[in-house]
Each structure stands twice: as C-alpha cells, then as structure tokens.
C-alpha cells in the first residue's frame, strides 16, 4: 500500500514553545491530507482537512490560531502547535488517500509532550 | 447524528479462538467502511476496506462484513494469536472530508 510518513515520531517541547509536525506522501499525491488527535484511550478526533493550495478546513471547536496547518504541495502538509500548553499533548496522527473511495493510509504519529 | 460505535471495549481470550468484533454505525449512506489496528503508543495500518456496494472483504485470518440496511460491520478473527493483540479500530467514512472513527476494541490474545 500507499506510505504516509510523519516526522517526529515523539517530542517534547516547553510551554509556550511552538511545534511542527510534518506528514509526507512518500509514493503518491494527496491533494488533501487529514489531520487526527488522539486523546489517551480515546478514538481518533478529526481535527481539520489539509488542502494544497488553499486553507485547511477546520472542525468545530478546533482552533484554527493555535494549529496551524500547511499544505504547501502535493505531498506535504505540516501542523504546527504554536504557543503549546500541557492540555495539547496528545498523539496526532495524519492521513492521505489517493482518492475518495479508495483506502486511507496513516502516518505513524507523533506523541507531543508540552512540560 | 453520524456516529460509530463500537463492542466490545475490551476483549480477552485464549489463544486459537474465533472471535468477532462488532462496528454500528448510525447513517446508512456511506461511501465506504474501513477497519484499521493500532498498536500502543502507534499509528493505524490499514486491515480491510469496505466500499458501500460490497457486502464482505478476505485478507488472511481476517474477515469483515457489511450490512448497511442495518448499520453494521463485524470483523471476524479465526484462530486468533498473541500477535492479535492490539486494539482495533473500525471508521467510516460519509463523505470525502469526515472520517469517523469508533473508539476501539481493545484485543488481548492470551499464549
């Protein structure tokens, strides 16, 4: 299947610090990526539609000041926590489809830890 | 209200079993149906895709099947392993931008 890879893996960062999260399509294009928070024991939440060329598309109650997302081509899209506080650890994942009804592939994740 | 469900939360058997796991969802058009495995501290890997006009999709051990009159998909399990053991998510998806997942079940296969 399709490789989506996502950078880092796990970081831990200080409060008020901003963070960067990078999701590549390594063998194909993805003119729309997702982004997924995963709180401990919980499912994943879609947070918000990453599309290249133009502004994410934001989920309710998401804020779209304090994550900011980037797709500045067709096979990266990045998330950054800006000003990150402790309540924003989670684990975030990302995802690309080639197209609409074919299968979804998922990074590996990123652990963010805010101390 | 699209929402997905899943039970058990939780799952614990002996080595060898058939098992099933069970997905309900609430809004029968749906463009397709998919069911993934996360290990701890991990990310998703895709098992079987679903799309709306099948009914059921093979991979190995693994067996899912759908019924979309009724809001459902099962994933059947045969002689489950220890290697099983992971929690295991079914999502759905209603249009192209909404993907939802259930919140798992977590597989424990005992040796």
């Known amino acids: 299947g399709a490789v989506v890879s996502q950078h880092p893996s796990r970081v831990i960062c200080k409060s008020g610090t901003s963070v960067k999260i990078e999701c590549r399509s390594l063998d194909f294009q993805a003119t729309t990526m997702f982004w997924y928070r995963q709180f401990p024991k919980k499912s994943l939440m879609l947070m918000a539609t990453?599309?290249?060329?133009?502004?994410?598309?934001?989920e309710q109650g998401v804020e779209k000041d304090k994550f900011l997302i980037n797709h500045a081509s067709l096979t990266l899209s990045t998330l950054t926590v800006t000003s990150a506080h402790p309540e924003d650890s989670s684990f975030y994942i990302c995802?690309?489809?080639?197209?609409?009804?074919?299968?979804?592939?998922f990074g590996q994740g990123t652990r963010l830890t805010v101390v | 209200k699209q929402e997905v469900t899943q039970i058990p939360a939780a799952l614990s058997v002996p080595e060898g079993e058939n098992l099933v796991l069970n997905c309900s969802f609430t809004d029968s058009a749906i463009y397709n149906l998919q069911w993934f495995r996360q290990d701890p501290g991990k990310g998703l890997t895709s098992l079987l895709l679903i799309q709306s006009s099948q009914r059921e999709q093979t991979s190995g051990r693994l067996n899912a099947s759908l019924d979309k009159s009724s809001g459902r998909s099962t994933l059947y399990i045969a002689a489950s392993q220890p290697g099983d053991s992971a929690t295991y998510l079914c999502?759905?998806?209603?249009?192209?931008?909404?993907?939802?997942f259930g919140s798992g079940t977590k597989l424990n296969v005992k040796p």
């Open positions: 990453s599309n290249e060329g133009s502004k994410a598309t934001y």
């Open positions: 999502a759905v998806r209603w249009n192209f931008n909404k993907f939802y």
């Open positions: 995802s690309a489809s080639l197209i609409m009804n074919t299968e979804a592939f």
